[in-house]
């Protein structure tokens, strides 16, 4: 129920500005009473200054794709929508750089940007929904980041909007900026808890002309082979944009086989992408199998590959429960954590789909199960990863499963910084409470 006298006194200070009831949903949480949604700076200034002034709190939501990734709470006053603050600012094809609005989808800029034959170098999960504001927010990026680099990488400046309706800017429009801090890493990753990202410039690059990906399975899941076959392509002159180790579950799902398998990425000019498939081809191991998928063969698996991660849109499902897990670990060790994953299949027994970069060493882990064998599984994870030197972030999972595990895993040392940002810029904690890291 929304609180009394809310709609009608936002109603009333800005009847200009679209809001509705918001539908309940106990399943992920993060939602808000009555859902806004502003189509100018100006109105989500409006909004949050008013939100401030009341210490009413507000949960900003973009395309819902990260609904499920953290937070503990259901339900507040305001749902900040983004979904119709959208379109380009400015693009300089010339300079290479975009600057566009934060709610609008990756897959509207990259169709945009695909006429002057430029894109923005990320490839996230579901980019028909998601928003470039809600990927700089959790900094996600996938295989590709390998070639590509990470969101922190990719964006020059950002434009935000403070909790008591300041704007200020970090960054700049060029892809050379003045020395000093850059304020945009502050930003990039945290969960929308400092301030509402409305505007993102970022750098671009040429769309290749070509695109191919090489399929190497291991029949005889010979990891000392993987490896071995893994350095050598990394120390050869070869650009991979993604080498991606995939789990035979997740392999089975995508090409029907059940093996170990790599998903090696080439994009460029066509004549270079042959030249490195062929250097891949002499470097083959024994007892190994290859199909190289040609351009758009390889944009339908890439396709398929973005929709495997469940996501803040999607029905619930009552009869199990779903989680995604992202891992850190040194490069080489996905081998490990991918291997750790499928042993959870004799412990619990759950489904497990797991994929990680050979060279970036970020791993991901889709689970589907019990409450019990998803809770027993991040802990067995965890326990295995730790021993790596990594870290375990439950980046999915229902809300009151959530609130039974702590999904950022213990505090960083720096986390009393962290706190005294939080406590500067957002003193009345109205943004996104309790969805980062210690419960910022």
């Given at each position: 129920?929304?609180?009394?006298?809310?709609?009608?006194?936002?109603?009333?200070?800005?009847?200009?500005?679209?809001?509705?009831?918001?539908?309940?949903?106990?399943?992920?949480?993060?939602?808000?009473?009555?859902?806004?949604?502003?189509?100018?700076?100006?109105?989500?200034?409006?909004?949050?200054?008013?939100?401030?002034?009341?210490?009413?709190?507000?949960?900003?939501?973009?395309?819902?794709?990260?609904?499920?990734?953290?937070?503990?709470?259901?339900?507040?006053?305001?749902?900040?929508?983004?979904?119709?603050?959208?379109?380009?600012?400015?693009?300089?094809?010339?300079?290479?750089?975009?600057?566009?609005?934060?709610?609008?989808?990756?897959?509207?800029?990259?169709?945009?940007?695909?006429?002057?034959?430029?894109?923005?170098?990320?490839?996230?999960?579901?980019?028909?929904?998601?928003?470039?504001?809600?990927?700089?927010?959790?900094?996600?990026?996938?295989?590709?980041?390998?070639?590509?680099?990470?969101?922190?990488?990719?964006?020059?400046?950002?434009?935000?909007?403070?909790?008591?309706?300041?704007?200020?800017?970090?960054?700049?429009?060029?892809?050379?900026?003045?020395?000093?801090?850059?304020?945009?890493?502050?930003?990039?990753?945290?969960?929308?808890?400092?301030?509402?990202?409305?505007?993102?410039?970022?750098?671009?690059?040429?769309?290749?002309?070509?695109?191919?990906?090489?399929?190497?399975?291991?029949?005889?899941?010979?990891?000392?082979?993987?490896?071995?076959?893994?350095?050598?392509?990394?120390?050869?002159?070869?650009?991979?944009?993604?080498?991606?180790?995939?789990?035979?579950?997740?392999?089975?799902?995508?090409?029907?086989?059940?093996?170990?398998?790599?998903?090696?990425?080439?994009?460029?000019?066509?004549?270079?992408?042959?030249?490195?498939?062929?250097?891949?081809?002499?470097?083959?191991?024994?007892?190994?199998?290859?199909?190289?998928?040609?351009?758009?063969?390889?944009?339908?698996?890439?396709?398929?590959?973005?929709?495997?991660?469940?996501?803040?849109?999607?029905?619930?499902?009552?009869?199990?429960?779903?989680?995604?897990?992202?891992?850190?670990?040194?490069?080489?060790?996905?081998?490990?954590?991918?291997?750790?994953?499928?042993?959870?299949?004799?412990?619990?027994?759950?489904?497990?789909?797991?994929?990680?970069?050979?060279?970036?060493?970020?791993?991901?882990?889709?689970?589907?199960?019990?409450?019990?064998?998803i809770l027993l599984a991040i802990k067995?994870?965890?326990?295995?990863v730790a021993k790596l030197g990594g870290?375990?972030?439950?980046?999915?999972?229902?809300?009151?499963?959530?609130k039974k595990i702590d999904i950022w895993?213990?505090?960083?040392?720096?986390?009393?910084?962290?706190?005294?940002?939080?406590?500067?810029?957002?003193?009345?904690?109205?943004?996104?409470?309790?969805?980062?890291?210690?419960?910022?």
């Amino acid at each position: 129920m929304i609180e009394t006298g809310i709609l009608t006194e936002l109603q009333t200070l800005f009847p200009h500005i679209k809001m509705e009831k918001s539908i309940k949903d106990e399943w992920l949480g993060n939602n808000g009473q009555l859902a806004v949604y502003p189509k100018s700076e100006e109105e989500i200034i409006s909004i949050l200054e008013y939100a401030n002034s009341r210490g009413k709190e507000v949960q900003v939501i973009g395309g819902g794709t990260k609904r499920g990734f953290g937070g503990l709470t259901e339900s507040v006053p305001i749902l900040l929508s983004l979904t119709d603050y959208k379109g380009i600012v400015e693009h300089t094809p010339g300079d290479m750089t975009l600057t566009v609005k934060a709610g609008t989808t990756f897959k509207e800029l990259q169709e945009y940007l695909a006429e002057y034959k430029q894109m923005i170098p990320l490839d996230p999960t579901w980019p028909e929904y998601a928003t470039i504001g809600g990927i700089i927010a959790t900094n996600e990026s996938g295989p590709k980041r390998l070639g590509y680099g990470s969101a922190r990488d990719a964006v020059i400046g950002l434009k935000i909007a403070y909790p008591d309706g300041s704007i200020i800017r970090a960054g700049g429009k060029v892809v050379k900026n003045v020395a000093g801090y850059d304020m945009n890493k502050l930003f990039i990753g945290s969960m929308g808890t400092l301030g509402v990202i409305t505007e993102v410039t970022v750098k671009l690059r040429p769309l290749p002309k070509y695109e191919s990906v090489i399929l190497l399975t291991f029949p005889t899941c010979d990891f000392h082979t993987i490896r071995s076959f893994t350095i050598t392509l990394l120390d050869s002159m070869m650009e991979p944009a993604a080498i991606e180790l995939l789990s035979p579950s997740l392999c089975e799902k995508l090409t029907g086989k059940k093996y170990y398998t790599l998903a090696i990425s080439f994009e460029g000019i066509e004549s270079s992408v042959h030249y490195q498939e062929e250097f891949v081809k002499s470097i083959q191991p024994a007892e190994t199998e290859m199909k190289i998928l040609q351009q758009e063969e390889a944009e339908q698996f890439w396709k398929r590959f973005y929709m495997i991660s469940p996501h803040g849109r999607q029905p619930p499902s009552h009869n199990e429960i779903e989680a995604s897990l992202k891992i850190g670990v040194m490069n080489l060790h996905i081998i490990n954590v991918i291997k750790e994953s499928e042993r959870l299949k004799d412990i619990v027994s759950l489904a497990v789909q797991a994929h990680g970069g050979l060279g970036h060493g970020l791993c991901h882990i889709h689970l589907k199960g019990t409450e019990e064998e998803i809770l027993l599984a991040i802990k067995e994870m965890r326990s295995a990863v730790a021993k790596l030197g990594g870290y375990v972030i439950v980046k999915y999972l229902p809300l009151a499963f959530r609130k039974k595990i702590d999904i950022w895993g213990e505090k960083p040392s720096t986390f009393f910084l962290l706190e005294g940002i939080k406590a500067k810029i957002d003193p009345n904690k109205i943004l996104n409470p309790k969805r980062f890291v210690g419960g910022i």
